[in-house]
């Protein structure tokens, strides 16, 4: 399964942008990057998703670095309903499973 | 947008008796539907890959006798906890997929 690293928790404040960084050095190269975010005791929310390019939806942006082995979610105007847990997904050759790791958590300070 | 509708939303249940868990796909049909499991303060993990009309596929570890999962039509997926234990206390999480992945509301589970 393709790994991948997030900060264990980050912080912002209401109304700033917030860059949440994924290391996923070993997806392969057809693997979209999946976001998901988790608010407490509901199931998992998609966010965004992209392969190469970067992506723009009414939620957040996806930027993707050139060589795939990162990207960043970018929450552009953090509020307070934005708080929970995000995760970095990447696709898994193709197979249809969802892999989650430990995810970043947000806290978003009013 | 597609919905997956998981039933019940909570469950108390007495140690080694069965707790079944339903998960629906309200407005698009799914023959394949994933189901996790989460503790507290961890993330999720994948027990396994409900297929219709077909044996669900396991991930290592997950013992396919004590958690039976049905999927007898394309909208319907069931996961029973047979024999509980405190220990399988959890909230255990559905999932479908459309053009995205779209997750249950969750079950906890809490084996007394």
Redesign the interface.
């Known amino acids: 399964d393709a790994k991948t690293t997030q900060p264990n928790s980050m912080e912002s404040n209401e109304e700033e942008p917030v860059h949440l960084p994924c290391n996923h050095s070993t997806i392969s190269g057809t693997d979209y990057i999946h976001w998901y975010r988790q608010l407490p005791s509901q199931g998992p929310e998609y966010v965004i998703h992209g392969l190469t390019s970067n992506v723009n939806n009414r939620m957040a942006s996806l930027a993707i670095a050139e060589d795939r082995k990162s990207s960043t979610l970018i929450l552009h105007r953090a509020t307070l309903r934005d708080a929970a847990v995000y995760y970095c997904i990447p696709g898994q050759g193709g197979s249809e499973k969802l892999v989650f790791g430990k995810g970043t958590k947000l806290t978003v300070n009013p | 947008g597609a919905v997956?509708s998981?039933h019940p939303s909570w469950v108390i249940c007495k140690s080694g008796t069965s707790v079944k868990i339903e998960c629906r796909s309200l407005d698009f049909q799914a023959t394949?539907m994933?189901w996790?499991r989460q503790f507290p303060k961890q993330?999720?993990?994948?027990m396994a890959?409900s297929n219709e009309g077909s044996k669900a596929t396991y991930e290592q570890g997950v013992e396919k006798d004590k958690f039976l999962i049905n999927h007898a039509s394309l909208t319907l997926s069931t996961l029973t906890v047979t024999s509980a234990h405190p220990e399988d206390s959890s909230?255990y999480?559905c999932?479908a997929?459309v053009l995205?992945?779209?997750?249950?509301?969750?079950t906890?589970l809490t084996v007394v």
């Open positions: 997956v998981q394949t994933f996790y993330s999720l993990m994948l890959t909230f999480i999932s997929k995205s992945y779209t997750f249950g509301s969750g906890r």
